[in-house]
């Protein structure tokens, strides 16, 4: 143990400790600093391990009821999601890559201007001690530190400069201490949570190439009126709230639900008490409030909705009319054999102006396909090629051109990095667009009706429109729905409007062959959560297309439900996450072994239970990739029945596993057959510019 952790730890103690009295709503202190009503980080100690490590504990008030908004679940179940609520809440501050601020205050000086409210509970007694603190009694100036909307501390150590120059941060959710002195009757201690955390930082091993905070001149140190949030009582870090806008405008969030959902309205957090106790529901209710889900573009946690995403979002879904109207569309024009097995489970589910391409195609009116990607990691997973899969069926039903967009830039500008020895990480971006477009083109598109290209090459051709977006979009707009604010890259800002150009024919002058005059209709296979967008582009469509434009110039979307990741139903797949995905590089052992030891099963504890009760279908991530997977309906139907009920060939999880196994050992290697024979040659010929029409 050392008392001086490394900035990168140091700094994720800052981050941790506005984190927890984010989502626990406890203010970070109180003015005179009487009353432990801070998130104190009692005991903060850096572990020196392999990766730089950390652990404090917080006691959350002193009779903990009156400091926190919501009641500290005391059940095991209760402590891991509220330890998993703060770690997602801490790599979404990460994320949002704010700048930590630090000053350089006497000890007076900082107390004159703030209270106590900078001080955890252990420098607070050193204060009311006057003992030889560490920090305060050097006579030394004091260093503070400021990260917008999180946390304002007294940081005795050095901080990086903003919060994204880390990775991640892992908290170990067990065991927990904390629990088992609650278990052990320690009763005051109900509302002291242990947080161990590891700390991943952009380039491990290369010591000083992250730069540190420097302090700035104390004017440019926050007013308390702008730490209002941080001293009320008030969960500001709950899901469902877009981090950078949750503290300056409340209303702005709820305007902008638009990426917002709370699907689970039902539940209502009481705030007013927020008393410690071991009333069940009390607890699962507060918890359940930590856990609403939040979508959005760049993020996707938590249980999903999708009812009350479309109600929010404002998009459609399918019904039976639309479908079969489409059907005869797409399987009546004798191109491909029946619906596609997503059209068939609602996995694709929603839509804008699907009907009107329907009106197009009856007329014979000309349509092209747009989908994308941003390249983030060089294998693709399985989730990954929903889109493309789907895509690919459309254009073999109704035989029309498909651009794919690589947005190399938008992944630069969210994830890049740079340092001073090194540069920034721009080509690794390029690069990872190849690797990607080999997987693309190896699910089989037509080469001559497919057009993929990189933002960073291509996005000359589009850029009159791009500069029409930027002219008919506000800055205010973008804000709102995406959750920048005045500390985000000017980039990003911009970027929605390279996503949006290519919704319009005209940005394809030689593929398409088209201008400004174009009456040709576009479709957007996407996730759902691409729809903010599009929802944008859609708004100023019009100022792109003539006035005759079947679809007044709107891309019509038709969106798809989220591939559960291997170890829970819920949320995104993440590529970070080794074990959460399988890849289309993973060998056949590899499949079987992630399946067999990762995916989250719905079947019961023992055989005998399962036999007697079946298994729950919905968390059971094995049956859920077989409904994207599996094509043969009967088959599909058969398990669903044996394993729900527990009878049958596929009573158990084991057999509904091998089954997933088999049939995704034979897709990947399938599909790896044919990236093999991408080359590099190849893969230029389908990002050439060249008419598709
Ligand atoms: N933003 C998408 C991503 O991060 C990539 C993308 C660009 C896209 N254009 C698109 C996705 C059109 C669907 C449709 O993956």
Not at 618 to 629: G, I, K, P, Y
Request: proline share 5%; net charge neutral; aromatic share 8%.
């Amino acid at each position: 143990m050392d008392i001086f952790p490394p900035s990168n730890t140091s700094t994720a103690f800052l981050i941790l400790r506005g984190v927890v009295s984010g989502v626990t709503g406890c203010p970070i202190g109180t003015l005179d600093g009487l009353g432990e009503t801070s998130p104190s980080l009692m005991q903060p100690s850096y572990i020196k391990d392999k990766y730089p490590s950390g652990k404090f504990s917080v006691k959350l008030g002193k009779k903990c009821g009156s400091a926190c908004a919501l009641t500290i679940p005391v059940d095991k179940l209760g402590r891991e999601k509220l330890l998993d609520a703060i770690e997602r809440a801490a790599n979404r501050v990460i994320d949002a890559n704010i700048p930590v601020q630090t000053f350089l205050f006497t000890k007076d000086e900082l107390i004159d201007k703030y209270g106590h409210i900078c001080f955890n509970q252990y420098e607070l007694k050193d204060l009311k001690y006057s003992k030889k603190s560490l920090l305060i009694s050097k006579g030394k100036k004091i260093t503070v530190a400021y990260i917008k909307n999180t946390i304002l501390a007294v940081s005795p150590v050095p901080v990086f400069a903003s919060t994204g120059m880390i990775e991640k941060i892992v908290i170990e959710k067990r065991p927990d201490e904390s629990l088992s002195k609650i278990l052990s009757g320690k009763k005051a201690r109900k509302c002291e949570i242990v947080i161990k955390f590891r700390v991943f930082d952009k380039l491990m091993n290369e010591d000083n190439v992250l730069k540190e905070s420097v302090p700035e001149d104390n004017e440019n140190a926050p007013d308390l009126s702008m730490l209002e949030p941080l001293l009320s009582k008030k969960v500001r870090m709950e899901k469902g709230t877009i981090f950078p806008m949750i503290i300056d405008d409340s209303k702005h969030y709820t305007d902008s639900v638009s990426t917002i959902i709370h699907h689970t309205s039902e539940l209502t957090l009481d705030r007013k008490s927020g008393a410690c106790t071991n009333d069940k529901t009390r607890i699962t209710n507060n918890i359940d409030h930590v856990e609403e889900a939040i979508v959005n573009a760049f993020e996707v946690v938590g249980k999903v909705d999708y009812k009350n995403l479309v109600e929010n979002f404002g998009s459609k879904l399918i019904d039976a009319e639309l479908l079969s109207r489409f059907e005869a569309l797409t399987v009546g024009r004798g191109t491909v054999p029946y619906l596609h097995r997503f059209l068939r489970r609602g996995l694709f589910f929603s839509h804008r102006d699907l009907h009107k391409i329907c009106d197009c195609l009856e007329l014979k009116k000309p349509l092209y396909l747009y989908t994308g990607r941003g390249p983030s990691s060089s294998a693709m997973h399985l989730g990954h090629l929903v889109p493309f899969l789907f895509t690919l069926w459309l254009q073999q039903a109704l035989q029309c051109p498909v651009v794919i967009q690589m947005t190399d830039d938008e992944k630069f500008l969210f994830k890049g990095i740079y340092s001073d020895e090194k540069g920034d990480n721009l080509n690794n971006f390029a690069e990872l667009t190849v690797e990607n477009v080999r997987d693309i083109i190896a699910c089989g598109f037509d080469p001559d009706k497919t057009f993929i290209f990189s933002d960073l090459n291509y996005v000359g051709t589009m850029y009159p429109n791009v500069v029409r977006i930027w002219k008919a979009v506000t800055a205010a707009t973008v804000n709102n729905v995406f959750g920048f604010d005045g500390t985000s890259n000017i980039g990003k800002v911009a970027f929605p409007a390279i996503q949006a150009a290519p919704s319009f024919p005209s940005s394809f002058p030689t593929v398409l062959n088209a201008d400004l005059t174009s009456n040709m209709a576009c479709l957007i296979p996407c996730a759902i959560d691409q729809d903010p967008y599009f929802r944008i582009t859609r708004d100023i469509a019009h100022k792109l297309t003539p006035k005759s434009h079947p679809l007044r110039g709107k891309p019509a979307l038709i969106f798809s439900k989220f591939f559960p990741p291997l170890k829970g139903s819920d949320g995104k797949m993440s590529s970070s996450d080794e074990t959460s995905a399988i890849f289309l590089t993973d060998t056949p052992e590899m499949i079987e072994q992630k399946i067999r030891e990762h995916a989250f099963s719905g079947g019961k504890e023992t055989s005998k239970l399962q036999r007697e009760l079946g298994a729950d279908l919905d968390v059971d991530v094995s049956f859920q990739w077989l409904r994207f997977f599996l094509e043969d309906d009967k088959e599909l139907k058969c398990i669903e029945n044996d394993y729900r009920t527990g009878t049958g060939f596929y009573w158990s999880t084991g057999s509904v596993k091998k089954k997933l196994i088999n049939i995704l050992v034979e897709f990947i290697t399938e599909h790896k057959k044919r990236r093999e024979n991408v080359t590099d040659d190849i893969i230029q010929k389908w990002m050439k510019e060249r008419c598709l029409v």
